[in-house]
């Protein structure tokens, strides 16, 4: 569960805030990627209604709980019209304005 975290956080920043692509590449590129699940993510989804199959980052010692998630994820993101990695700033930002 860690080490997912981290990747994903590592690839996002990568993609999403960096040279390294061009425009139209990025959106693309952000369809992708994975939302970092940590506790505080696990806890909006929960509050949401979007129930997982683990209840702490170091629960998640199987690739079908993380991509389950991600797969739940996306589909609400699909629904809202947004990349599914957007979720994870948009609740970042929610947090840091309490």
């Given at each position: 569960?860690h080490?997912?975290?981290?990747?994903?956080?590592?690839?996002?920043?990568a993609?999403l805030?960096?040279?390294?692509?061009?425009?139209?590449?990025?959106?693309?590129?952000?369809?992708?990627?994975?939302?970092?699940?940590?506790s505080?993510?696990?806890?909006?989804?929960a509050?949401?209604?979007?129930?997982l199959d683990?209840?702490?980052?170091?629960?998640?010692?199987?690739?079908?709980?993380?991509?389950?998630?991600?797969?739940e994820?996306?589909?609400?993101?699909?629904?809202?019209?947004?990349?599914?990695?957007?979720?994870?700033?948009?609740?970042?930002?929610?947090?840091?304005?309490?």
């Amino acid at each position: 569960g860690h080490a997912t975290k981290v990747r994903s956080l590592f690839i996002r920043e990568a993609v999403l805030n960096s040279r390294y692509f061009k425009e139209a590449e990025t959106k693309e590129i952000q369809g992708w990627l994975f939302v970092p699940l940590d506790s505080v993510v696990m806890e909006k989804l929960a509050e949401s209604g979007m129930t997982l199959d683990f209840k702490r980052i170091k629960d998640i010692d199987k690739a079908s709980k993380f991509y389950g998630a991600q797969e739940e994820i996306g589909k609400a993101a699909s629904e809202a019209g947004v990349p599914r990695i957007w979720f994870d700033d948009k609740w970042a930002t929610q947090d840091s304005a309490s």
